[in-house]
């Protein structure tokens, strides 16, 4: 079996993280993901996304346990092939290759509507915008461009986007605490479920979550980050620690920037860009066209990261046999999955066309641009919420069978891993009656990998024995005969 050529490790721990940082876009976050939350759960939103942080961080360990031993470019498809057997190795990279490539779809969108929004705060009165297909074409030649160098590149540039993005969130937030101190009541209801149902707090809940999908990326880098079993891992906890803090804090200070009062709730829901809306408000034109800006380059950050995760989503599963063997190849000179990469952005970019010239999928909000990211980063999500649930279970056949360093206490975690996913599931799922709606599309992309694999017998064999092959940890030797019988 031919493989591509190890790519370089030379990537250090900040670079990787930068990929996660990117994927997650801080910026892009906080100034769309609160709004469809207030009808549910009003002024609670801080401590729904305390919540949302549980339960990310609950996914969050399955990957920094077993990438402490595994590290792979197809991320879960290496760490579940590993775990579970390459069956559910294939199901679980083919989903999240669906989730990256949705998301690459979904953020040119989001990029064509923030533009749009920076040009109208810049020229008031004008009204002039540019139709949102011509900015996400530039998008991708710019995104093709910066992947198609070396990670270090790409690393720089998203570290810089969300870098800026993070400095204006933090000095919007000290001027709103400044300008409008909470009371002592009103400091208690902003972490507090009074009055909100349970289905409304889990409904709230998932999407909160929803908002650090993309924390993992940074294990697609498992091949080119220098000693990845220590630096993958704490990237992916730092992704975690560093935007659970500013998310929760953010959202606090959101809410308390818009006032408590129904009024002021009606007004958080209403803003098209709420960091922009606090900035006009709270500091002046200049600050709020700057954030306006860095929310747009925000976007572009989350495409840039998400064609990087999914080329090398599609260069892993090529590499064992999937699609033509062409994608399995890597330039010369950078060492990037060039093949793979104009394939995603392609294809990014043509369904973008289809859903412009189309005027769908009309998601309600009414804005072309804003339907097509809502409509592909749902069907993203919820395949990443499927493959998370694989990682969960991965690591309890981990702990359970292939280790025996691990304390059986742990195994709390994935277990309620578990929980939350399947929960998340339902609350994504339950109600849907529109064939084509973005939960039911997930699912049939999801059949359609696991059609693939049942029906790919040599596949499933290259895939095991690449795994055997590539991991085999000092654990494991006693059962890798075993374990490769039960793969094979």
Known sequence: MNHAPNKKRS????????????????????????????DSVGKALPIVFVLGLIGVALIAYGFIR????????????????????????????????GTYLFFSIATLAALGAFTNAFLAALFPTSGFQIPWIVTAAV???????????????VARVLMVIEGV????????????????????TEHASLFSLNGVSFQAV?????????????????????????????NIPLALLGSILLTGVLFVGMMYVQTLGFGTSESGLTAFKNSANSLGTLSQTYVGTAFSSAMLFTAMMSAFAANLSAAATSSRLL???????????????VSEKNHQPRNALTLVLVVSLLIDVVAWLSGKPAMGTGNSAIDAYFYFA?????????????????????????????????????????????????????????????????????????????SAPKLVRNIGLSLASEFVTPAETVTTATTQKEWV
């Not at 876009?25 to 939350?37: D, R, V």
């Open 66 to 97: 077993l990438t402490r031993f595994y590290n792979h470019a197809g991320s879960a498809y290496g760490l579940v092939g590993k775990t579970i057997g390459p069956r559910a190795g294939f199901f679980s990279g083919f989903a999240i290759m």
């Open 11 to 38: 990537l250090k721990l900040w670079e990787a993280l930068a990929l996660s940082l990117g994927m997650v876009g801080p910026t892009l976050a906080m100034s769309g993901n609160a709004q469809g939350l207030i």
């Open 202 to 230: 889990m409904a709230g809940v998932v999407a909160a979550f929803l908002s650090w999908a993309g924390f993992e990326a940074c294990a697609t880098l498992g091949e080119e980050t220098e000693n990845p079993k220590r």
């Open 315 to 329: 260069f892993a599963l090529a590499r064992d046999g999937f699609g033509p063997a062409c994608f399995a190849q």
């Open 378 to 454: 749902i069907i993203g999500s919820v395949c990443l919420m499927i493959t998370y649930l694989m990682i969960e279970v991965g690591v309890i056949n981990f702990i359970t069978r292939m280790s025996q360093n691990i304390p059986k206490w742990e195994l709390i975690l994935p277990l309620l891993g578990i929980v939350i996913m399947v929960v998340s599931l339902y609350y994504n799922v339950v109600g849907q009656e529109e064939l084509f709606s973005p939960a039911l599309v997930a699912f049939y992309w999801c059949i359609a990998g696991m059609i693939i694999i049942i």
């Open 165 to 184: 993005g993070i400095v204006l969130m933090l000095i919007l937030a000290a001027v709103i605490v400044v300008h409008q101190p909470a009371t002592g």
């Open 139 to 153: 998008g991708v030649i710019f995104s093709w461009i910066l992947n198609s160098r070396d990670g270090q590149t």
